[in-house]
């Protein structure tokens, strides 16, 4: 999911069923039509917007639209009612067509051109998180509830390529590598970013954020969460991911963790294969942030209660990583925006673990009996 998007000519936050379109001198509000017969809660789960920034897709949760607007006019193009709950949407490379990522495990294919009810491209046997296209258009790469990475060929996507395997929990983003698309990062809700020679399934290096959350308690107070439900964690997920290209030989990777109030930021660089990261700055918040976004130089937080993106910009001088005093852009003024509540932020990660056992009761007891025989 990705609801805050940045690039050199504009900013696009969605937030319900509103997007607040800044081209850094006016907003414009695009607000979303509601169905004749319209679910009572729907908001807008996932946005993309085109390589060539022609284009602004929407996707709403409950009534399955893929609304795509024309943003060299700011108007409307066509609405998609898509068969099935989605996770993710995508632009293909040519800018003509939307990837789909649903919840039954299926990828659709949209021409944004015409009017038709999709394509089925390939199929997991699990909830679908993220999808994208290679930029050589020879892959479509998918991510999964199951822990894997699936590396199909196009247009032939029943032939498969490989697989990226080593998650230990779902794989919720997949980015290529900025400065060097020959690979692949992932995030999960292992609470690991690892990189990947994607075209081979090779894994090349694991970052853990485990190692940089110093707040031993938080993790504590998850995992007791969770075993609540029947659930068994060991870490922290990581819930946001946005990439951005230092150098040649350098990406920033920005992540934020599940109830930790900060956007934590490691540069990655590779040179003859070998890869290594550095964890640069943990910028702490007022509160969990709704999105994150990098672009270029510059990291965009969102903060839902204040309605405001906190803009932070980076600089790198003798190999030394600093941030400027951040600046604010009030979004969504005269709108009626809700927050987020912590109850949701915690519904909408817990839905991803897969449970163990068919019910509490059965896990409780699993659990206690392991206990019993490791203290013997």
């Known amino acids: 999911m990705s609801l805050l998007v940045a690039t050199d000519k504009y900013i696009a936050l969605a937030q319900?069923?509103?997007?607040?379109?800044?081209?850094?001198?006016?907003?414009?509000?695009?607000?979303?039509?509601?169905?004749?017969?319209?679910?009572?809660?729907?908001?807008?789960s996932d946005i993309a917007v085109s390589n060539d920034d022609k284009y602004l897709a929407l996707l709403t949760a409950s009534s399955k639209q893929l609304i795509i607007y024309d943003l060299c006019k700011m108007e409307h193009q066509t609405t998609f009612i898509i068969p099935r709950s989605a996770s993710k949407i995508r632009f293909t490379v040519d800018n003509t067509k939307l990837l789909v990522a649903d919840k039954s495990g299926d990828v659709l294919l949209f021409d944004i051109h015409k009017e038709d009810s999709g394509t089925k491209l390939l199929g997991?046997?699990?909830?679908?998180?993220?999808?994208l296209q290679s930029n050589d258009?020879?892959?479509?790469?998918?991510?999964?509830?199951?822990?894997?990475i699936k590396v199909s060929c196009y247009p032939n996507t029943y032939h498969i390529q490989t697989y990226c395997l080593g998650h230990t929990e779902f794989v919720n983003h997949i980015e290529f590598l900025p400065h060097n698309d020959k690979y692949?990062?992932?995030?999960?809700?292992?609470?690991?970013?690892?990189?990947?020679?994607?075209?081979?399934?090779?894994?090349?290096?694991?970052?853990?954020?485990?190692l940089d959350v110093n707040d031993e308690q938080l993790r504590q107070n998850f995992?007791?969460?969770?075993?609540e439900g029947g659930i068994e964690v060991a870490t922290l997920?990581?819930?946001?991911?946005?990439?951005?290209?230092?150098?040649?030989?350098?990406?920033l990777l920005a992540v934020t963790v599940h109830s930790y109030n900060a956007v934590i930021v490691y540069s990655v660089n590779n040179e003859d294969k070998l890869f290594s990261h550095r964890l640069e700055k943990r910028l702490e918040l007022a509160r969990f942030p709704f999105a994150i976004k990098l672009f270029n130089n510059t990291l965009f937080v969102y903060d839902d209660v204040e309605c405001k993106i906190n803009v932070f910009k980076f600089a790198v001088e003798?190999?030394?990583f600093s941030v400027e005093e951040p600046t604010k852009i009030a979004m969504f003024e005269n709108k009626n925006i809700q927050s987020e509540s912590a109850e949701n932020q915690l519904d909408s990660i817990k839905v991803l673990y897969k449970r163990?056992?068919?019910?509490?009761?059965?896990?409780?007891?699993?659990k206690k009996q392991r206990i019993e025989k490791t203290a013997k």
């Open 16 to 44: 319900d069923l509103h997007v607040d379109y800044y081209d850094y001198a006016e907003h414009k509000i695009v607000d979303v039509p509601l169905l004749p017969k319209q679910p009572e809660k729907d908001f807008i």
């Open 318 to 320: 003798d190999g030394k």
């Open 137 to 148: 258009t020879k892959y479509i790469l998918s991510s999964d509830r199951d822990e894997k």
């Open 237 to 251: 997920p990581i819930v946001q991911y946005t990439t951005t290209r230092l150098n040649n030989t350098t990406s």
């Open 223 to 227: 995992i007791n969460v969770m075993d």
């Open 356 to 366: 163990k056992f068919d019910n509490v009761q059965e896990y409780h007891e699993r």
């Open 184 to 210: 692949l990062t992932s995030s999960s809700g292992d609470g690991t970013l690892k990189i990947w020679d994607y075209s081979e399934g090779k894994l090349c290096h694991t970052i853990d954020t485990k």
């Open 124 to 131: 997991h046997l699990s909830l679908l998180l993220d999808v």
